[in-house]
C-alpha cells in the first residue's frame, strides 16, 4: 500500500459524459502528479500540481482539467468522453525534501471503460 | 520530442539473469528511474541512477551511461513473482531542487516461465 488513494476503482460512463476522478495524496506530499495509460501508449504524464498551484502540463487534453485543494487533494475532471479515454488513471505523489531518487507513490489506479 | 526506448518483451527462465536495455532521448536530465508494474497493478519505484556507473539493491541492479544516454536494469536469480512491465523513466525538469514529472519509456513485459 503506497498510502495513495484513488476512487473511485472502476468507472463506467458514456460517451459524451463528464466525469471527475479523486485522488488523496500521501501524508505530507505536497506534489500530486496524474497520468494515463493506455494499452498502446504506456504511462503519460497529464499533469502536476504542487502546493496547490498547477507546475507542469504534459499530453493533457483541454477536455480534461485538474484541481488541487487545500487539504492537498486532487481532482482530475475529464469531459466529453470519447471511446480513446478508455484508460487506467493514475495518481501519483511525492515529498519534496530529502527525496534524491525521484520517487513517486502511486494509487491503485481508477479504471475508466466509455461506452 | 522527448523519447524512451526500450524492448517491448522479455522472456527468461526461472533463476536465470535478464538485463532490461533504455535509451533515451530528453530536453532536460535530472536522473534515470524504473518502475515494476504487475498486471493491474500500480507502478512500484524499482531504482534510480543520477550519476553514471551501477546501483544495487538486492537482486536488482541498474545502469546508467549519461554519455550514452543509456541505461538498463539487471535483474538476477529471476522468480516468477518478477513476471511483470518494466518502465524506465526520466525526470526531465529541475524546479530548483524540487520533484518534476517523470517522462516513461512504454515498458517491457517480462515474462518469467519455469
Known amino acids: 500500500d503506497s498510502g495513495v488513494t484513488q476512487t473511485p476503482k472502476h468507472l463506467i460512463t458514456a460517451t459524451g459524459q463528464r466525469v471527475t476522478l479523486r485522488c488523496s495524496p500521501r501524508?505530507?506530499?505536497?506534489?500530486v502528479y496524474w497520468y494515463q495509460q493506455s494499452l498502446d501508449q504506456g504511462l503519460q504524464f497529464l499533469i502536476q500540481?504542487?502546493?496547490?498551484?498547477?507546475?507542469a502540463k504534459g499530453n493533457i487534453l483541454e477536455r480534461f482539467s485538474a484541481q488541487q485543494f487545500p487539504d492537498l487533494h486532487s481532482e482530475l475532471n475529464l469531459s466529453s468522453l470519447e471511446l480513446g479515454d478508455s484508460a487506467l488513471y493514475f495518481c501519483a505523489s511525492s515529498p519534496e525534501a530529502g527525496n534524491t531518487y525521484n520517487e513517486q507513490f502511486f494509487g491503485p489506479g481508477t479504471r475508466l471503460t466509455v461506452l | 520530442g522527448q523519447s524512451l526506448e526500450q524492448p517491448s518483451e522479455v522472456t527468461a527462465v526461472e533463476g536465470a539473469i535478464v538485463q532490461i536495455n533504455c535509451t533515451y532521448q530528453t530536453s532536460g536530465f535530472y536522473g534515470l528511474s524504473w518502475y515494476q508494474q504487475h498486471d493491474g497493478g500500480a507502478p512500484t519505484f524499482l531504482s534510480y541512477?543520477?550519476?553514471?556507473g551501477l546501483e544495487e539493491t538486492g537482486r536488482f541492479s541498474s545502469f546508467l551511461s549519461r554519455s550514452d544516454s543509456y541505461g538498463y536494469l539487471l535483474l538476477q536469480e529471476l522468480q516468477m513473482k518478477d513476471s511483470a512491465s518494466y518502465f524506465c523513466a526520466v525526470r526531465d525538469q529541475d524546479y530548483g531542487g524540487s520533484q518534476g514529472n517523470l517522462i516513461f519509456g512504454k515498458g517491457t513485459k517480462l515474462s518469467v516461465k519455469p
Open positions: 501524508s505530507g506530499d505536497l506534489s
Open positions: 541512477n543520477a550519476l553514471d
Open positions: 500540481y504542487y502546493n496547490g498551484e498547477e507546475r
